[in-house]
Every structure is written in C-alpha cells, then in structure tokens.
C-alpha cells in the first residue's frame, strides 16, 4: 500500500454525535413485536443511521476499535450487518490495516455453488468477529457464528451497535463469545427522552 490515509486524523469523531444518530433516527418508543416474537416498547432499527453517509462512518470507526487485533475479516449475518461489516473493512484500508467484508447468508445461494457466505474468504482457522447492529437474545448472532464456525473460523468476539440487555450476552457466554456493544438500550433510549424535551 503506497499511500495511507487517516480518517478524521485532525477531527476525531465525537461517540456522543452516533449516539444523538441513533437516538434521533434509530429509537422508538411504542408498542412493538420484535424479531424474537417478544413484545417490547422500546424499538430500534439501525438502519436508517448504518446506511447514512456520516452515520456509517461514525459507526465504522466505533466497531472497528473493537475488532480483534488478529481478526482478519469482519463477518455478520444479512442484511443489518451488511453496512458494518463493509463500513469497517473501509475504515481499516484507510488506515492502514487488511480487513476483508463477510456476508452470511440466511439461506444458502440457491444457484451456483450454494454459499452460505459472500466475500473473500480466508484460509480455516482464521480469526474473524462478528458484527451486529442489534442484539436482543443473540439469535442472529449465533446463526452467523454457526455457519462461520461450520467452514472452521474461529469466532471470540462479537461486537454490535446496541444491545437491548435481553439475554444476547449470557447466550453468547455459552458460546465462548464475547460480547461488546457501542450502547446500551438505556442510553439510546435516554438520549431520546432528552431530545424530545
């Protein structure tokens, strides 16, 4: 690589701007099924932030923090995660570092070979984390963690957006995963509270 280039070197980002993002855009109080079948008030869905110019940047800098110094890619389950793990590959190249983009699929390719993951794949026994946007009981989670651990990488850590403090940690555990989280549900919904004071 000839040239490295620094995101925001001059003008650190400010973790409390992603939280305003999320807090604005991402939370919403109400009635609400969640993907689990749970019923909840509290509802959040990333998207609207990840798949924003300044949102995905602040939230590719964030997890990138996170990811495992040996990791090689960054993986997570269609189609929260496919921003994040395409924004932190970004990020990485710009500063320097390879960090190749997975896409577990729900479902296999239904033509040609069949995949259940999209990218460049590394050799077996590599250390890849896993990405999410939300996580409530870690459902998703471990789908992605399945299919990646059934082709032989290692998974030790996962490291999300937000999690809704709903068993996804302690379900994780049990895995051998680690979980980090940017924000607590608590957090994006007090900044919300504050907002519409």
């Not at 995963?177 to 007090?190: D, H, N, P, T």
Request: charged content about 20%; aromatic content about 4%.
């Amino acid at each position: 690589m000839d040239k490295i280039i620094i995101v925001h070197a001059h003008n650190p980002p400010n973790k409390d701007r992603l939280l305003a993002l999320l807090a604005g855009s991402a939370y919403r109080h109400g009635d609400f099924t969640l993907a689990s079948g749970k019923k909840s008030r509290h509802y959040v869905n990333c998207k609207p932030v990840s798949l924003s110019g300044e949102g995905l940047a602040l939230i590719s800098i964030y997890l990138l923090e996170h990811v495992e110094p040996g990791a090689l890619s960054v993986a997570g389950l269609t189609l929260g995660a496919d921003p994040l793990v395409s924004g932190v590959s970004m990020a990485a190249f710009q500063a320097g570092h390879n960090l190749d983009a997975l896409i577990v699929r729900k479902e296999p390719k239904g033509h040609g070979t069949g995949a259940w993951l999209e990218g460049p794949l590394p050799p077996p026994g590599t250390l890849i984390t896993v990405l999410e946007d939300v996580v409530t009981t870690g459902g998703s989670c471990l789908k992605a963690i399945q299919q990646l651990r059934n082709v032989g990488y290692l998974v030790q850590r996962v490291v999300a957006i937000v999690d809704r403090e709903e068993g996804a940690k302690q379900a994780l555990e049990t895995e051998g995963i680690e979980l980090v989280s940017l924000f607590l549900l608590r957090q994006v919904a007090e900044r919300a509270k504050a907002l519409s004071l």
